[in-house]
């Protein structure tokens, strides 16, 4: 059941509070990554934005696919994957990996000693092996050790409430 008191809704999360516990997670702005990989079929990727650093010593990063996603397994049971952090002006490159096919057609690309395929001109990059994978609900947390990483000076694209936007640091 939702309550609103003045401009803020309360409620505890649900089955029937759904869309209101998405509305509250989307206040959290977050950063845009393509997460590509090769598996048997040959490369591919997915737009992703539950990206996060996890470790400094060791290098750890995760992320979490959906297990609804048909891709998910794929990337649970990769050897190596790639997180690409996405800049401002890459909208098109998010949507692009959101489509069901042929994601690397036409794209600049190169590929790791790992066979992982890798996106280039994107703001960062993180080149890892796979370290563990853990179920959590609706969702995988997969964590990969980083064995190189790479970024360039720009600002990112951003999630926030449903929309893509930009960052721009507060004087």
Avoid at 52 to 62: G, I, N, Y
Avoid at 69 to 84: I, L, P
Wanted: hydrophobic share 40%.
């Amino acid at each position: 059941m939702d309550e609103t008191v003045s401009d803020e809704t309360l409620f505890i999360p649900g089955a029937e509070t759904k869309r209101a516990f998405r509305d509250a997670l989307g206040r959290f702005a977050t950063g845009v990554t393509v997460v590509t990989t090769l598996g048997p079929q040959g490369p591919v990727g997915v737009t992703a934005n539950s990206f996060a650093a996890l470790s400094l010593d060791p290098p750890l990063v995760l992320w979490a696919p959906a297990k609804t996603s048909r891709r998910c397994s794929v990337f649970v049971e990769a050897r190596a994957f790639a997180v690409h952090v996405l800049a401002e002006d890459q909208l098109a490159l998010s949507r692009h990996f959101t489509q069901p096919d042929d994601h690397f057609a036409g794209l600049p690309t190169s590929t790791s000693p790992e066979g992982t395929p890798l996106l280039e001109g994107t703001l960062a990059r993180f080149e890892c092996l796979h370290e563990a994978a853990h179920d959590a609900g609706d969702h995988v947390i997969v964590i990969g050790r980083v064995l190189r990483a790479r970024f360039r000076k720009g600002r990112p694209l951003v999630f926030s409430q449903g929309a893509y936007g930009s960052f721009t640091a507060l004087p």
